[in-house]
């Protein structure tokens, strides 16, 4: 007996070892946290704070429910991106029938978190619907901490550009066309109305929609939250105030009526890069990207940034965070979700290194890499060490 326990505890001893040893990303293979647990980080994305990347994602539970946020966000902290520490729970959801707007099963996706240097505080941002209320709410939340690894203390939700208008408003879209409200959804002329402010007026008083969403430092320390707007028709970008924790009321659209989701941004050689996805729910489609000279715009639509096999689907994937590697130039990780709705604990994680053909971001397979491909004499693409 004795002898099997010893057995048992340097099993444990060495699986943790062998946890700890990771030296190279596997997109879409199980990735397990220092417990040999596979990470649950969904939509995720990642702060490097003081040497140590942290990774913020929805913590999944198996089964039906497994998609509405029953636990809260999960924390894990790394210093070389391959092996993750588990930090816990981050952001706790409230009580069941609480009341709170991040009550159990309520849905809180693709959170974000920033450090602001002004407040010393770490915020976290993101997507919130209501329980019971499906997709409808389409609101953006912050909560707020004095340690990157929580706890978050929850602040409050927001339908952003409440009675503001984007700054790249045309006159004409500030009134309504007569007619307009019947228009059937989908027609080239349905189309030409969104792009022309049909939903902006419609929600120009309650504030717009925002559902899936990111959170940008620009090299200035001003913020902004792009999000999917809209009925998620266009994706909006907004300016966050100084403290990072609420809206000044500058916003403008990206891409109107290009029904894209997922947004991922970075900023490389002062241009802005987005990737997004479209919209087919939890099913991959093929990704897109945009390139602008400001975050306010014009962006321009460039290719589906992935390539070879299966890049229609973007490897069975969605985008949720382009992540600078510290101390690399210009060196981002394309970070996607590979959804299991039927089971979504499951979801996988597929991290790829974005390489860019002069303003095209492109991104390629690679069963197993590791950062050596970003160094200059391996520039070229992905290894396979
Ligand atoms: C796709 C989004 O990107 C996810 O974050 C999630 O909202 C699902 N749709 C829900 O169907």
Redesign the pocket.
């Known amino acids: 007996m004795k002898k099997t326990l010893i057995v048992a505890a340097l099993l444990a001893v060495a699986g943790l070892a062998q946890a700890q040893q990771r030296t190279a990303f596997e997109p879409g293979q199980v990735w397990p946290d220092n417990h040999g647990t596979h990470l649950n980080a969904h939509?995720a994305g990642v702060l490097y704070d003081r040497g140590h990347y942290y990774l913020f994602g929805e913590h999944k539970i198996a089964g039906g429910r497994g998609?509405s946020a029953q636990v809260g966000v999960h924390c894990y902290s790394s210093k070389d991106l391959y092996n993750w520490t588990d930090e816990g729970i981050a952001l706790a959801v409230a009580p069941a029938e609480s009341g709170s707007e991040i009550e159990q099963g309520s849905i809180i996706?693709?959170p974000k978190v920033v450090f602001n240097k002004k407040t010393g505080k770490y915020v976290m941002w993101f997507?919130l619907e209501l329980k019971g209320k499906g997709?409808s709410a389409a609101r953006t939340a912050v909560a707020v901490s004095n340690k990157a690894t929580g706890p978050y203390v929850y602040v409050k939700s927001y339908r952003p550009g409440a009675g503001r208008w984007p700054l790249g408003c045309a006159p004409e879209w500030k009134q309504p066309v007569p007619g307009e409200k019947d228009l059937k959804w989908w027609t080239p002329e349905w189309r030409k109305a969104v792009a022309e402010g049909l939903f902006i007026r419609r929600d120009f008083e309650p504030g717009q929609m925002a559902?899936?969403m990111t959170v940008f430092v620009d090299d200035d320390d001003k913020a902004y939250n792009i999000h999917s707007s809209e009925d998620n028709l266009t994706l909006h970008v907004a300016e966050l105030t100084p403290d990072y924790q609420g809206f000044t009321g500058r916003w403008n659209t990206i891409a109107p009526a290009g029904h894209n989701?997922?947004p991922a941004i970075c900023k490389r050689n002062g241009k802005y890069y987005l990737i997004t996805?479209g919209?087919t729910?939890?099913d991959p489609n093929a990704a897109r990207s945009f390139v602008a000279s400001t975050i306010w715009g014009p962006w321009q639509q460039l290719d589906n940034p992935a390539t070879g096999p299966q890049a229609n689907v973007t490897y069975n994937s969605?985008s949720t965070y382009l992540l600078p590697v510290a101390g690399k130039k210009d060196a981002f990780i394309f970070m996607a979700d590979r959804?299991t709705p039927k089971n979504p604990i499951d979801g996988g994680y597929v991290w790829l290194p974005l390489r860019f053909e002069g303003d095209q971001p492109r991104l390629q397979w690679a069963d197993r890499w590791n950062l050596s491909v970003f160094d200059a004499t391996n520039a070229q693409g992905a290894a396979n060490p």
């Open positions: 939509g998609n996706e693709r997507h997709y559902r899936d989701e997922a996805s919209c729910g939890w969605q959804w």
